[in-house]
């Protein structure tokens, strides 16, 4: 049974940082692309980053490029999102995904339940 269980999210000011974690379970982790994906309420879920199972390939949202960082270690198969310099538009559940590399929610198989981030203005 894969699981994948996001951690790491809370309140937190405007400009300040969070770092989330998805620990994956179940599965063949390196393989696997492991993608971040966030949804605001009243929004359509949307792409923020995501990692080839290699961690050579990274790619970002235009939204989010320059102050957030994905990464991820095989060996404790965990993938992380570094977020800086938060804005209150990043208020969203944060979801990590596991599948193809992409930028579309259909390309990924398995999703955490995820975790709230609340960015105060």
């Known amino acids: 049974q894969v699981q994948l269980v996001e951690s790491g999210g809370g309140l937190v000011q405007a400009g300040g940082s969070l770092s989330l974690s998805c620990a994956a379970s179940?599965?063949?982790?390196?393989?696997?692309?492991m993608a971040w994906f966030r949804q605001a309420p009243g929004k359509e879920r949307e792409f923020v980053s995501v990692?080839?199972?290699?961690?050579?390939?990274?790619n970002y949202a235009d939204s989010v490029k320059g102050r957030f960082t994905i990464s991820r270690d095989n060996a404790k198969n965990t993938v992380y999102l570094q977020m800086n310099s938060l804005k209150h538009e990043d208020t969203a559940v944060y979801y990590c995904?596991?599948?193809?590399?992409?930028?579309?929610?259909?390309?990924?198989?398995?999703w955490g339940q995820g975790t709230q981030v609340t960015v105060s203005s």
């Open positions: 990692i080839s199972g290699s961690g050579l390939t990274i």
């Open positions: 179940g599965l063949t982790f390196s393989p696997y692309a």
């Open positions: 995904a596991a599948g193809r590399y992409g930028s579309r929610p259909s390309e990924y198989a398995y």
